[in-house]
């Protein structure tokens, strides 16, 4: 990453659920926009996951150029980038971060964020109560899971992806709301884990909000990240504190 000098004003931005696509080239348009005109100025972005609707395999960054340009003059220009995956841009790897020119985390990623200690995650694993969803979870996180597939045709990938993602939108139509929420006692679990940190950053649920918590006599903040399907979504970090920070 490059390293044109200490910013000006120190910040850091959460981002995360863009899901960007071909079919929503708005959200990519605004995505753009937003590295050149507040993500520039920001020691670190952070992008926690489902960033794109889906993702192939990094033998496939030929499709996502423009993307992967406009992140890489980003690091160039001095803001560091960090991607952790999601559920749908698991497959994301080295190939992609190094043209990218971002580092990749591991969820949980446990960070010091302006004095205070904050564990980020995308937080799929903390939803506990969908099952279903966790056992698929479990199998295509599997390196022999994962090599297997990406040995297949990019186009057999797509079109099995596409199939998934279908079948995805129709059980999500009938599952309870709740279901695909974090889970109190997940949540719970994995600050104890952590030796409660101060702070809790994760996407997935699309639910933008602060919940204030209290883990064994632990105040934890857990800050939500919105998607962009809308409008786009981020938390703004630095000394003064934390705060969800709606787009135009």
């Not at 205070?116 to 937080?123: E, N, P, V, W």
């Not at 719970?188 to 884990?193: D, F, H, I, P, Y």
């Not at 209290?214 to 934390?242: F, N, P, T």
Request: proline letters at 4%; charged letters at 20%; one cysteine or more.
């Amino acid at each position: 990453m490059g390293s044109a000098g200490q910013k000006p004003a120190a910040f850091s931005l959460f981002i995360s659920d863009l899901h960007l696509c071909s079919s929503r080239p708005a959200i990519t348009a605004q995505f753009l926009g937003f590295l050149q005109n507040q993500a520039i100025h920001a020691e670190a972005l952070y992008i926690l996951g489902d960033f794109f609707e889906y993702w192939a395999g990094d033998d496939d960054l030929a499709q996502h150029q423009p993307i992967i340009q406009a992140l890489r003059t980003l690091a160039h220009h001095g803001t560091h980038v960090y991607f952790m995956h999601g559920n749908r841009d698991f497959l994301i790897g080295e190939s992609f971060a190094e043209a990218a020119g971002l580092t990749l985390l591991a969820d949980p990623t446990l960070i010091t964020l302006y004095g205070k200690r904050a564990l980020l995650s995308h937080g799929d694993a903390l939803c506990t109560d969908d099952v279903a969803y966790q056992a698929f979870r479990q199998q295509v996180r599997t390196p022999a899971w994962q090599q297997t597939f990406l040995q297949q045709p990019l186009s057999t990938r797509k079109a099995q992806i596409e199939a998934l993602r279908q079948r995805s939108e129709q059980e999500k139509s009938g599952k309870q709301e709740s279901i695909m929420d974090v889970n109190d006692q997940a949540v719970a679990s994995l600050l104890r884990e952590h030796d409660y940190p101060e702070l809790l950053i994760h996407g997935h649920t699309h639910r933008p909000a602060r919940h204030p918590l209290e883990v064994d006599g632990h105040k934890i903040d857990r800050w939500v990240l919105g998607d962009w399907y809308d409008q786009g979504s981020c938390l703004v970090a630095d000394r003064q504190g934390i705060r969800n920070q709606p787009l135009d």
